[in-house]
């Protein structure tokens, strides 16, 4: 009985097993390569690249005294900076709450994301409060947003990315170029 009087799926098989080994053995003698390193030595393998860190604003926030008769300070921060606002209570005021168009009285520090670094704060004038009316342009695009239904009495987090804070131009050369900016801020009073 010869190969030939085998049944075709027989033929077919063996076909495919023939294919397969061939393709194994080329897998295998091109994974070996021309390797031209001295012996003992292995390739250079590229160390991966790491994405950066996201922004912990949890141990920002954890870190600014709930104490609103104290002035607030701000850890310096890790990882890049978000990209978009960040707004978190620190302490929930009980008073009523912020809307365009009130006439807001607060107390801030402001600190620069790549430093950590304080750039101003109304506790360093004597604890005046800063007054402004929400939402008419009078203060940055990140606090007319980032105060909208703040209560009276409350502390809150700002961390305001260059789009909604000083942007390219920076401020003063105080506040550096495209720098994200944090706020710890306290709404003394809503007239």
């Known amino acids: 009985m010869g190969f030939e009087s085998l049944p075709r799926s027989f033929h077919v098989r063996a076909r495919l097993l023939t294919l397969t080994a061939a393709v194994l053995l080329a897998v295998g003698v091109a994974a070996c390569g021309d390797d031209d390193s001295s012996e003992g030595e292995t390739a250079a393998t590229p160390a991966p690249t790491e994405a950066p860190a996201a922004p912990n ?15 607030p300070q701000i850890v310096t921060p890790e990882g890049a900076p978000p990209t978009e606002i960040v707004v978190k209570d620190i302490v929930k005021g009980k008073g009523p709450k912020a809307k365009a168009g009130d006439q807001l009285e607060m107390q801030y520090a402001g600190y620069s994301w790549s430093n950590g670094q304080k750039f101003d704060a109304s506790w360093d004038r004597g604890g005046e409060p800063f007054p402004f009316q929400l939402g008419a342009g009078m203060v940055i695009p990140g606090w007319d947003q980032g105060l909208v239904g703040m209560q009276e009495g409350g502390r809150r987090l ?29 709404l003394e009073k809503i007239n």
């Open 57 to 71: 604003t949890d141990a920002i926030a954890e870190g600014i005294t709930k104490n609103t008769k104290k002035e």
């Open 158 to 186: 700002l961390i305001i990315p260059p789009d909604l804070g000083y942007g390219e131009a920076g401020a003063g050369g105080t506040i550096g170029p495209n720098e994200t900016l944090i706020f710890a801020v306290d």
